[in-house]
T-cell receptor, first 115, second 113 residues
């Protein structure tokens, strides 16, 4: 696996509580992504980053915020968790977005359950 | 709506047989990529084919791309039990930005020993 770790790997929390998921990379890749994976929906992009302090929204960003203060870390925060945010969350990195060189490398995932 | 759609959603074959999965997409692309996901794991990049390429090989994998039909196929030859996984196509949309790839919902492949 590429040098990507996610923490925690599993979390159970209650509705209304804040949750922060961490993605850490040792590849020095510029681009980082947060996805959620749900049955019947495949992978959906939540937020992405194209550099330190540079982030933007993806397809399903409502209820989520992100921060990237260092190249190696990309944090995903659920300000007030809801049951609809129960999912498996994947972080991915990419060295480039140039045509032909934009494959993504994925972390192991975080399974989040909101009760 | 999904940019990439895999077909079939599920496929079960005997070990040693060939497995073919298809992906259709809607808009013009720069490249199309295939990923594998083993149960409980992250996705792993398998192969990338550019829009000006028609066929690409990597070991037992063969990918074709038909931009006129906006479709791609992934062929796994001489399948093994270890090939059991979900397979996703991902498209790099032409004119897209740093938001990267758009993934389909995947084909779940089961190789029966």
């Amino acid at each position: 696996d590429a040098g990507i770790t996610q923490s925690p790997r599993h979390k159970v929390t209650e509705t209304g509580t804040p949750v922060t998921l961490r993605c850490h990379q040792t590849e020095n890749h510029r681009y980082m992504y947060w996805y959620r994976q749900d049955p019947g929906h495949g992978l959906r992009l939540i937020h992405y980053s194209y550099g330190v302090k540079d982030t933007d929204k993806g397809e399903v960003s409502d209820g989520y915020s992100v921060s990237r203060s260092k190249t190696e870390d990309f944090l995903l925060t659920l300000e007030s968790a809801t049951s609809s945010q129960t999912s498996v969350y994947f972080c991915a990195i990419s060295e480039s977005i140039k045509r032909g060189n934009n494959e993504q490398f994925f972390g192991p995932g975080t399974r989040l359950t909101v009760l | 709506s999904q940019q990439g759609e895999e077909d079939p959603q599920a496929l079960s074959i005997q070990e040693g047989e060939n497995a073919t999965m298809n992906c259709s997409y809607k808009t013009s692309i720069n490249n199309l990529q295939w990923y594998r996901q083993n149960s409980g794991r992250g996705l792993v990049h398998l192969i990338l084919i550019r829009s000006n390429e028609r066929e690409k090989h990597s070991g037992r994998l063969r990918v074709t791309l038909d931009t006129s039909k906006k479709s791609s196929s992934l062929l796994i030859t001489a399948s093994r039990a270890a090939d059991t996984a979900s397979y996703f196509c991902a498209t790099d949309i032409r004119g897209g930005g740093a938001d990267g790839l758009t993934f389909g919902k995947g084909t779940h492949l089961i190789i029966q020993p």
